[in-house]
């Protein structure tokens, strides 16, 4: 098995998993870039994140949160150890309503990949409006 596929099979798994999860009614706490994003440049959001709302029997509630600052706590860089006195703000977003969306891909038997897509591109774009507002409101804060 070469690492690419292996890291596909694993990810596939981890969707799947999530579906479960979200299936069972439990809560689901990802990070949907899929990694750290150590630059702060933009990375989208992976399918996947569209693709366990898609296959969901039960809607969930996705409350998008972003935070600034935690770089200053513990770095992403060397020397690793735990910062003291240092600002973070944390900032939830209002619950984003997919059901329509959702129904709308089901009833017009979207392609289960432009679904995912779509849904994806939805959260991407709450989650980065407010990622700017928590940036502006991060800097208010410490100014």
Not at 63 to 84: A, F, K, S, W
Not at 114 to 126: F, G, H, L, N, P
């Amino acid at each position: 098995l070469c690492w690419v596929c292996l890291v596909f099979f694993l990810l596939q798994e981890a969707v799947k998993f999530g579906v479960e999860l979200l299936s069972k009614g439990k809560w689901l706490h990802i990070f949907p870039e899929g990694r750290v994003n150590m630059s702060k440049n933009y990375i989208r959001l992976k399918w996947g994140v569209g693709q366990m709302i898609y296959e969901s029997p039960i809607m969930p509630i996705v409350v998008p949160i972003c935070h600034v600052g935690m770089e200053t706590i513990l770095p992403n860089e060397p020397p690793y150890y735990l910062r003291t006195g240092r600002e973070v703000t944390f900032n939830f977003g209002e619950p984003i309503d997919l059901k329509g969306l959702v129904l709308k891909l089901k009833e017009s038997n979207a392609s289960e990949e432009e679904a995912r897509k779509v849904i994806t591109e939805k959260i991407e774009e709450e989650l980065y409006k407010l990622q700017k507002d928590t940036i502006l409101l991060h800097n208010k804060l410490n100014s």
